[in-house]
Nanobody, 116 residues
Framework: QVQLVESGGGLVQPGESLRLSCVASGITLRFYGMGWYRQGPGKQRELVARITRDDYTNYGDSVKGRFTISRDNAKNTVYLQMNSLKPEDTAVYYC??????????WGQGTQVTVSS
């Protein structure tokens, strides 16, 4: 059974940083492109960062230059380094394959709140 467990969220002030982790079980991440998604209050889920199986990366315009996605295939883990956080980054952050092949893979996510 596939499980994707996100962690590392929290409450921070604008301008601060967080590092999110996504640990996978039941799936070998090196075979997949992976992404970080987020869903803010009253908004649809959006893809904010993507890393391919060959380690090419892409970012949404709203986070480009501030967020960095990376992967450690030996640890079956994907990371999202978030710098210069803004209030509009407030959301629940999820990891999944990119594209998301199976809706059942969505986990609980990790809450990021940016507030002064």
């Amino acid at each position: 059974q596939v499980q994707l467990v996100e962690s590392g969220g929290g409450l921070v002030q604008p301008g601060e940083s967080l590092r999110l982790s996504c640990v996978a079980s039941g799936i070998t991440l090196r075979f997949y492109g992976m992404g970080w998604y987020r869903q803010g209050p009253g908004k649809q889920r959006e893809l904010v960062a993507r890393i391919t199986r060959d380690d090419y990366t892409n970012y949404g315009d709203s986070v480009k230059g501030r967020f960095t996605i990376s992967r450690d295939n030996a640890k079956n883990t994907v990371y999202l380094q978030m710098n210069s956080l803004k209030p509009e980054d407030t959301a629940v952050y999820y990891c999944n394959t990119a594209p998301p092949y199976d809706a059942a893979y969505w986990g609980q996510g990790t809450q990021v709140t940016v507030s002064s």
